[in-house]
Each structure stands twice: as structure tokens, then as C-alpha cells.
């Protein structure tokens, strides 16, 4: 069955960096457009950055524009979202999602705090 793991959250100060994975199996991933969502406490769930499936087009939301990085690895069937310049509005729980597929993992959470 589809499968994603998040990974790479944790307590960064304003300003820093982390850099988040997540790990699919079960579907074609190599095939399959990614995105990058997050849910902050007590707010809906918003799309973050989404890659097509070979990896020459990703879009932002304009929240993260020039400060995130949507990149993926189709060998090791791997989606990441490399954060610089992070805010304390950038606190939320991090999740991957295969387009198309309602399927999501556990999250990760990214908490950016001084």
C-alpha cells in the first residue's frame, strides 16, 4: 500500500535552516507529481510546494517563495523541502503527499523558536 514517512523536523531559532525527507513505496513514485503541506495549530492544512515527476517544475506558495526548496530523488524514491531563512510563522506540521492520492503519513514537525 502507499506509504510516506516525513522526517527532518525539529526546534530551529529564527533565521535557521532544516531539511525535510520523505520516503514513498507503494506506488510508481518516479511517475508521480509530489507536494509538501503543512498544518499549523488550530489552522487548516496548506500546500507548500509541489514537483512534477521528473523534476523540472515546482511551485511555491508565496509564503516561502525564495526561501524553500521542493526537490526529490527518484532513485531513492525520495521527496525533500530544504528551509532557510525560517520564520516563527513557519511552525506547523510538515507532510508529503503524492498528487492525486489521499494518502498521508505522520508528519513531521517543525517547530522555529527562539
Do not use: H
Amino acid at each position: 500500500q502507499v506509504q510516506l514517512v516525513e522526517s527532518g523536523g525539529g526546534l530551529v531559532q529564527p533565521g535557521g535552516s532544516l531539511r525535510l525527507s520523505c520516503a514513498a513505496s507503494g506506488f510508481a513514485f518516479s511517475r508521480s507529481a509530489m507536494s509538501w503541506y503543512r498544518q499549523a495549530p488550530g489552522k487548516e492544512r496548506e500546500l507548500v510546494a509541489t514537483i512534477g515527476s521528473i523534476g523540472g517544475s515546482t511551485n511555491y506558495a508565496d509564503s516561502v517563495k525564495g526561501r524553500f526548496t521542493i526537490s526529490r530523488d527518484n532513485f531513492k524514491n525520495t521527496v525533500y523541502l530544504q528551509m532557510n531563512s525560517l520564520k516563527p510563522e513557519d511552525t506547523a506540521v510538515y507532510y508529503c503527499n503524492a498528487v492525486g492520492r489521499p494518502v498521508w503519513g505522520k508528519g513531521t514537525l517543525v517547530t522555529v523558536s527562539s
